[in-house]
Nanobody
Framework: QVQLVESGGGLVQAGGSLRLSCVAS????????MAWYRQAPGKQRESVAA???????YYTDSVKGRFTISRDNAKNTVYLQMNSLKPDDTAVYYC?????????WGQGTQVTVSS
């Protein structure tokens, strides 16, 4: 059973920074692709950033140049460094892992950016 636990969310002013963490347990972390998604009120969940087991990264256009996804396989952890935050970044942020045909989600962490 894979478990994902996010942390690091909070309230920040526009232009500020936050770093989200997602710790995985119950699997071989190094072989998993990991991703961050977010869901704002009244909107569909959307992909924000992803990182493969080999370290290749992907970002949605709206966060390119501001967010950085990284992973520490020794700590079974994936990070999302978020800089220059905007009110539009306000959402619940979810960690997702993919291994083979299986997909796992964390419980989410709230990020609120005030103007």
């Amino acid at each position: 059973q894979v478990q994902l636990v996010e942390s690091g969310g909070g309230l920040v002013q526009a232009g500020g920074s936050l770093r989200l963490s997602c710790v995985a347990s119950g699997t071989i972390f190094s072989v998993m692709s990991m991703a961050w998604y977010r869901q704002a009120p009244g909107k569909q969940r959307e992909s924000v950033a992803a990182i493969t087991s080999g370290g290749s990264t992907y970002y949605t256009d709206s966060v390119k140049g501001r967010f950085t996804i990284s992973r520490d396989n020794a700590k079974n952890t994936v990070y999302l460094q978020m800089n220059s935050l905007k009110p539009d970044d306000t959402a619940v942020y979810y960690c997702r892992s993919d291994i083979g045909l299986y997909v796992y989600w964390g419980q989410g962490t709230q990020v609120t950016v005030s103007s």
